[in-house]
Nanobody, 125 residues
Framework: VQLQASGGGLVQAGGSLRPSCTSSVRTYNTRAMGWFRQAPGKEREFVAAIKPSSGHTYYADSVRGRFIISRDNAKNTVYLQMNSLKPEDTAVYYC???????????????????WGQGTQVTVSS
């Protein structure tokens, strides 16, 4: 499975972006998909995830109510709708796929075995 992320960019505070992540194979549909981000000098942190079958979603407290993760299985693509962006959302955003990720591990980067290359999101104040 290979993941290709795109859709980052530069936006003013309060604006919106919708990065996407496309898998090269259809088996993506059986995997949990997550978005993580890493700001300069900081560790990679969980942003959002979505389960493959139930479609259940999970969010970091810092983005809940502003970000929405969704997936289009017909297109092997997962999206991250980012609204009301803040300067502290500035980071490289990575998508990841994991097989049989249990709920208690959904926020753990180690639970994901395939990563995209990252897309830069910059929010200006």
């Amino acid at each position: 499975v290979q993941l290709q992320a795109s859709g980052g960019g530069l936006v003013q505070a309060g604006g919106s972006l919708r990065p996407s992540c496309t898998s090269s194979v259809r088996t993506y549909n059986t995997r949990a998909m997550g978005w993580f981000r890493q700001a300069p000098g900081k560790e990679r942190e969980f942003v959002a995830a979505i389960k493959p079958s139930s479609g259940h979603t999970y969010y970091a407290d810092s983005v809940r109510g502003r970000f929405i993760i969704s997936r289009d299985n017909a297109k092997n693509t997962v999206y991250l709708q980012m609204n009301s962006l803040k300067p502290e959302d500035t980071a490289v955003y990575y998508c990841a796929a994991g097989q049989r990720v249990i709920q208690s591990a959904i926020r753990d980067p180690k639970a994901y075995d395939t990563w995209g290359q990252g897309t830069q999101v910059t929010v200006s104040s």
